[in-house]
């Protein structure tokens, strides 16, 4: 395992010890090792599921692994799990660029299970994560880690 992967989970997971109680009882190295645990788990997911993305937008940053979530209002700046996703080649959409609110609102969900829903899409279907990208990519949204493979001209 990388150092620098498990050294940012660890600093993450360190803030069981400030709870004086833990301490005290003994469970915040418990506590600390089962985030650790939980957080290498979504990374392994992040890296082997096919439509599993990050994506960031005003209401904060969200890592969607099929039918798991993990979110937080921040910033993907200070989110060290989404950004240890995204460094490790998970695609990331920064959606914050997108000035279109009402049409990215009713775009299509990614599909969980790999079963895209035909065209026309509407409130409730699924699309693939290409296809996903590529709509939002025509609002203005940021793609790093594209999963498609570079075309060249």
């Known amino acids: 395992m990388q150092t620098g992967v498990l050294r940012v989970l660890r600093a993450t997971a360190a803030s069981w010890w400030r709870h004086k109680e833990l301490r005290r009882t003994g469970q915040a190295q418990r506590r600390e090792r089962e985030t650790v645990l939980r957080d290498l ?6 890296a082997l599921l096919p439509n599993a ?19 937080t209002f921040a910033p993907i700046e200070r989110f060290p799990l989404a950004t240890l996703a995204v460094a ?14 009402t049409t990215f609102a009713s775009l299509p969900r990614v599909t969980r299970d790999g079963s895209a829903d035909p065209e026309p899409w509407g409130l409730g279907s699924s699309v693939s994560l290409t296809t996903y990208i590529d709509m939002v990519k025509a609002l203005g949204a940021r793609i790093i880690n594209d999963p498609r493979p570079r075309q060249s001209t």
Do not use: M, N
């Not at 490790?88 to 609110?101: K, N, S």
């Open 41 to 46: 788990g979504y990374l392994k997911q992040a």
């Open 53 to 71: 993305h990050v994506i960031c937008g005003e209401g904060g940053t969200f890592i969607h692994l099929g039918w798991t979530t993990v979110s």
């Open 88 to 101: 490790r080649g998970t695609p990331f959409i920064d959606i914050r660029p997108v000035t279109d609110v």
